[in-house]
T-cell receptor
Framework: GIQVEQSPPDLILQEGANSTLRCNFS?????LQWFHQNPWGQLINLFY???GTKQNGRLSATTVATERYSLLYISSSQTTDSGVYFC???????????FGEGTQLTVNP | DAGVIQSPRHEVTEMGQEVTLRCKPI?????LFWYRQTMMRGLELLIY????????DSGMPEDRFSAKMPNASFSTLKIQPSEPRDSAVYFC???????????FGPGTRLLVL
């Protein structure tokens, strides 16, 4: 099956700093999503981005499908950004998502 | 618009007991997914339904696990008999046909003693 690797595994920032999270995948994908799991365990979908670039407020994501990676940018980080960020991919539309192991982000005040 | 609803939110049971987890997807969503999250294995898909029909159950760990979707607004995941290694957070998610974004419920935290 498809492999998903996320880096770094852990990241500690001071409030206001910027960060980049990376997701590498082993095969062509038709579906890539970024999720945030907050400290209370809730999973929130951030982006559906199989290719190209999207922005939502302080967050943006870019997927370069031909090179099999995606990046999640967090600018001016806030303590509420803390949690685990997951990348999930599927080889075809409508099929099962495979999740990476996540990046644990801690933003200190 | 209500999100995905799961119940119970927490469940503590003893080994050998039957456990039933429940999920109500977002109204109008055609796909329903059951995931399990553990420290060792991360987030893994157990089974998913499309229009109440199971499409891919290859992630169901063994025969002790079963899932049903009797109608468009309700699904159950049953474990019988439960074992300590089943302890995990179980998430239900749903999505609309033609859209890929999945919406997750709050999860059920299961502890099997």
């Amino acid at each position: 099956g498809i492999q998903v690797e996320q880096s770094p595994p852990d990241l500690i920032l001071q409030e206001g700093a910027n960060s980049t999270l990376r997701c590498n995948f082993s095969d062509s994908v038709n579906n890539l999503q970024w999720f945030h799991q907050n400290p209370w365990g809730q999973l929130i979908n951030l982006f559906y981005i199989p290719s190209g670039t999207k922005q939502n407020g302080r967050l943006s994501a870019t997927t370069v499908a031909t090179e099999r990676y995606s990046l999640l940018y967090i600018s001016s980080s806030q303590t509420t950004d803390s949690g685990v960020y997951f990348c999930a991919v599927a080889e075809t539309s409508g099929s099962r998502l495979t999740f990476g192991e996540g990046t644990q982000l801690t933003v200190n005040p | 618009d209500a999100g995905v609803i799961q119940s119970p939110r927490h469940e503590v049971t003893e080994m050998g007991q039957e456990v039933t987890l429940r999920c109500k997807p977002i109204s109008g969503h055609d796909y329903l997914f059951w995931y399990r999250q553990t420290m060792m294995r991360g987030l893994e898909l157990l089974i998913y339904f499309n229009n109440n029909v199971p499409i891919d159950d290859s992630g169901m760990p063994e025969d002790r696990f079963s899932a049903k979707m009797p109608n468009a607004s309700f699904s159950t995941l049953k474990i019988q008999p439960s074992e300590p290694r089943d302890s995990a957070v179980y998430f239900c998610a749903s999505k609309r046909q033609g859209r890929e974004t999945q919406y997750f419920g709050p999860g059920t935290r299961l502890l099997v003693l």
